[in-house]
């Protein structure tokens, strides 16, 4: 209807300029033909009163050329009519046309006619339309975002995660250790599993809700922050935080989906730092449930996004520590001198050679601590390329002058050298390891035994049993099961094949609600260290508990 209105108007309009046109024209012709007839009545007279003096005057006197020009002089003025009534009438249609167009079109009635042919527009082409305001749509949220971040820039997140808890990095809060989870709990969590402890529930079914429960809450609330890039951040955080939870209850599966999201909204954040503190913490979680290759893998990623030599010297060492325990010293120990900060100039690496030169450097006095934050790190270092040292020349006599022996000890007095709250539970292990490489039995087993009492207890477990420094009371399942099957593995070696089977039977003890996650550790223990004699019967006897507890799992479905 609008542009059926603004139609008529325009007709209207364009009609009443035609008309006035002609009533101009018409006008004008009257009155050029009135002007006509006057001028030739006129020139009727003026001819007859002029006779009598053409009739005086002598034709023989004048001649022909004269007679023509008089004749053009006098020539009657009704003659030039036409000429001046065109003259007029373009003059008449000049005015009419500069009338026509100073009638332009108010501002309404050409907005309306605008409108109009929109709307003709709209109905005729819906899909185009449809697809039109959609992209415009589209980049004016783009445009508003990008504004936005202008305006208000993200800020550093103030959260940091450790990089992992199997090496040392005192600058962050070391994972599942005496400074984290579940220490820092919240009080309504460690009280609700007191008393469930108290009331008699089972402790396998007495980690099915607390800090997990609390923690997925958190994450529920954090998804509904509208800036994505904090968004990103929260949720990153927070994932990692569940997958440290359920990697200590043993809960694997669930520990990688946990981390995996971590990961997914950590490369949100656009901060490659904090990608790579998540890989490095995953691939010490895999560590810790015993899956080498896994963990070989999550460190090789680490070395991709790490921006910082620290975070370098971590994936170095973590990557060395699983090729050794897969078997593969020679590059286990190429990782390790990249990881002590000197590049391999010979590839493959010479071992042989390069623990020789290591050695002959903590000869001359440099096995004293840094105090830089990286002294863990030169730690696990220094006793995996002695040990890999060891392991390859197993069938020689070991002696104080050997490389593999001076390395270690350049480790142990290095590491004695950091302050006691920095020396972690992993490098006690780790040392203990090398130790009963370089069969000395006795001092592993102490080392080892170092080793459990700084690992995180469990509040209400420890409350119970203050005195009970085990597996019995970690709060960490997976890595106390190191401690134990270290510990077995030594009294193995010593002849003590019963208190071997003791350390490992209390494992199990706090494995019943995740006994194939269990079974794996043992499996993959036991092909880690089946390489000397005291190794291949502890082995033995893992491989035939962990076939066991999943013929026990097998029977409870």
């Known amino acids: ?319 060395g520590w699983s090729l050794l325990t897969q078997g593969h010293d020679n590059a286990a120990g190429g990782r390790f001198v990249e990881a002590l900060g000197w590049t391999p100039v010979l590839t493959p690496l010479n071992l042989s050679t390069s623990a020789a030169a290591v050695a002959r450097v903590a000869v001359g006095g440099s096995c004293t601590a840094h105090h830089d934050g990286r002294d863990g790190i030169r730690v696990l270092s220094l006793a995996g390329l002695a040990l890999a040292h060891a392991r390859l020349i197993s069938g020689q006599q070991f002696t104080d002058g050997g490389s593999a022996s001076i390395i270690l000890n350049c480790a142990v007095f290095l590491f004695h050298g950091i302050p006691t709250d920095q020396q972690e539970a992993h490098i006690w292990r780790a040392l203990g390891n090398a130790r009963l490489v370089l069969a000395e039995a006795n001092a592993a087993r102490r080392y080892h035994q170092r080793a459990a009492l700084r690992g995180h207890r469990d509040p209400a477990l420890a409350a119970a049993n203050p005195n009970i420094f085990s597996c019995a009371t970690a709060a960490d399942l997976p890595a106390c099961s190191h401690n134990a099957l270290h510990l077995g593995l030594v009294d193995f070696s010593s002849g003590n094949t019963a208190l071997g089977i003791r350390h490992v039977e209390l494992l199990l003890s706090r494995t019943r609600s995740v006994p194939a996650e269990a079974a794996e550790w043992l499996i993959r223990f036991a092909q880690a260290h089946s390489w000397t004699q005291a190794g291949r019967n502890f082995a033995a006897f893992l491989l035939e508990r962990a076939e066991q507890l999943r013929k026990s799992k097998r029977e409870a479905r």
Not at 17 to 25: G, K, S
Not at 109 to 123: D, T
Not at 249 to 274: K, N, P
Request: aromatic share 6%; hydrophobic share 40%.
């Open 1 to 319: 209807m609008l542009s059926l209105a603004c139609f008529v108007q325009r007709k209207g309009r364009q009609a009443l300029c035609t008309n006035d046109r002609a009533v101009a024209e018409n006008k004008v012709q009257s009155e050029s033909l009135a002007g006509a007839e006057a001028a030739a009545a006129n020139g009727g007279q003026d001819d007859a009163s002029s006779l009598p003096s053409f009739a005086v005057q002598d034709t023989n006197s004048v001649d022909d050329s004269t007679a023509a020009t008089a004749d053009v002089e006098h020539t009657p003025s009704h003659l030039e009519v036409p000429q001046e009534l065109q003259r007029i009438r373009a003059a008449a249609a000049a005015q009419s046309a500069a009338r026509c167009r100073r009638l332009r079109e108010p501002l309404r009635i050409r907005l309306q006619g605008l409108a109009g042919w929109l709307e003709r527009f709209i109905v005729r082409q819906k899909a185009t339309s449809a697809l039109l305001f959609a992209f415009c749509t589209f980049l004016w949220r783009i445009f508003g975002e990008v504004g936005l971040l202008a305006a208000e820039p993200p800020k550093p997140t103030t959260t940091e995660f450790a990089a992992g808890h199997v090496f040392l990095n005192r600058e962050v809060d070391a994972a599942l250790t005496r400074a984290s989870w579940p220490a820092t709990g919240t009080k309504l969590g460690v009280n609700h599993f007191k008393s469930k402890i108290a009331a008699g529930v089972p402790e396998d079914n007495a980690d099915v809700d607390d800090d997990a429960l609390a923690l997925q809450e958190a994450l529920r609330i954090a998804d509904s922050q509208q800036h994505p890039v904090r968004r990103a951040e929260l949720l990153s955080q927070g994932y990692a935080a569940l997958g440290r939870i359920h990697s200590s209850r043993g809960h694997y599966y669930d520990m990688i989906q946990a981390m995996t999201l971590a990961l997914r909204f950590g490369a949100d954040t656009g901060d490659r730092e904090s990608v790579s503190n998540f890989q490095l913490m995953l691939g010490h979680l895999e560590m810790n449930h015993h899956r080498y290759s896994q963990a070989g893998a999550r460190f090789k990623d680490a070395l991709q996004t790490a921006t910082s030599n620290a975070a370098r010297e971590e994936a170095f060492v973590g990557l």
